[in-house]
């Protein structure tokens, strides 16, 4: 459902529609199940009229309803026919040897074949260097704080700076999500690799990682940057990496607390050194000030308390008026469903 539909819905429940215009069912959606459900349960539940003009559908007078289910059941056909081809001409392609993508960081176009990756002199010798760093025993956060000492223009600054865009306001300021993608990147051994990711479905936009032997593997397509032997010690170091030891205890509030300043959960940090009390939870964007956000935190005997409090509070709001409590508990149930 498109997302002007959506933003159209919010009007209809606010009672500020009284009649949904479009020009035919295509328009309105795809999935003849919504748009069924749209036009025979909800829009008729709020008293909103719906019409599609070249259509000729319209709720109040009756016209085109019996034939608008059959519309609608040829207007998810067409999606689905394009997705099988568009996969079929993907399928072709990727089995051909041929990049289904752009060439990442390290690599560019030739300028004579746009299907051919050559390397680029100034980022090639940067991904060398991080693998080297890897290897040697630097974890991501390590080696991105390499890269930000040494002043190596990240990814999106190298290009902003070669197409004369603005450049990010920290140009040297590598992610350790950048590392690792970089480290996890089968192409720099010189091959090319399709087929990394799949859908189960067109109507589903989440890619799921496809398993090694579903993956389409050329060897000796472009230049290598690192050797196989390189890229795969890797891997195993990243596969068995170490991490220090942790508590065991799990935090009561962990994964259900958020910053008050960026919204992002607060991690639990503890530690088989602390007592109970310095258990704290902190901002996953702040990383010793290299992050996005400040030192947010608070301590978890803190944060139980106000809890306890909390819970105190509702469970004497409930005894003291049991009745008002059921009405507005209800209210609220109804508004979720809707």
């Not at 009007?11 to 069912?25: E, N, S, T």
């Not at 829009?43 to 909103?48: G, I």
Request: aromatic share 10%; hydrophobic share 30%; glycine share 8%.
């Amino acid at each position: 459902m498109a997302r002007c539909v959506q933003e159209g819905f919010e009007l209809v429940k606010q009672g500020l529609v009284g009649c949904w215009l479009c020009k035919d069912l295509s328009r309105f959606g795809r999935d003849y199940l919504t748009v069924g459900q749209y036009i025979d349960i909800i829009f008729p539940s709020y008293d909103v009229r719906f019409i599609a003009v070249n259509d000729g559908v319209d709720s109040q007078r009756g016209d085109g309803e019996g034939f608008a289910a059959i519309r609608n059941l040829f207007n998810e056909w067409y999606p689905r026919d394009t997705s099988k081809k568009v996969r079929t001409s993907l399928r072709q392609r990727g089995t051909s040897g041929k990049h289904l993508g752009k060439p990442p960081y390290g690599y560019r176009c030739d300028p004579n074949d746009k299907d051919k990756w050559i390397m680029d002199e100034d980022a090639a010798p940067i991904v060398k260097r991080i693998f080297d760093l890897c290897i040697d025993g630097k974890g991501p956060e390590q080696i991105s704080r390499i890269l930000e000492r040494d002043q190596v223009l990240t990814t999106k600054a190298l290009y902003a700076s070669r197409k004369g865009k603005p450049m990010p306001k920290n140009p040297y300021g590598w992610s350790d999500q950048s590392i690792v993608g970089i480290l996890e990147r089968q192409e720099y051994t010189g091959c090319t690799c399709n087929f990394k990711t799949y859908s189960k479905s067109y109507k589903l936009k989440k890619r799921i990682p496809n398993n090694p032997e579903d993956m389409f593997i050329v060897p000796d397509t472009q230049e290598a940057i690192v050797s196989q032997a390189q890229w795969d010690r890797v891997q195993e170091l990243r596969k068995n990496k170490r991490r220090p030891v942790k508590a065991e205890r799990q935090g009561l509030f962990a994964g259900l607390v958020y910053c008050a300043g960026c919204g992002s959960k607060l991690h639990f940090a503890t530690c088989k050194g602390f007592e109970g009390k310095q258990d704290h939870y902190r901002c996953s964007k702040y990383k010793s000030g290299r992050g996005e956000c400040s030192a947010h935190y608070i301590r978890e005997d803190v944060l139980r308390e106000l809890v306890q409090e909390r819970i105190q509070a509702v469970n004497a709001y409930i005894r003291s008026d049991v009745e008002g409590f059921q009405e507005e508990w209800l209210h609220y149930r109804r508004a979720d469903q809707e």
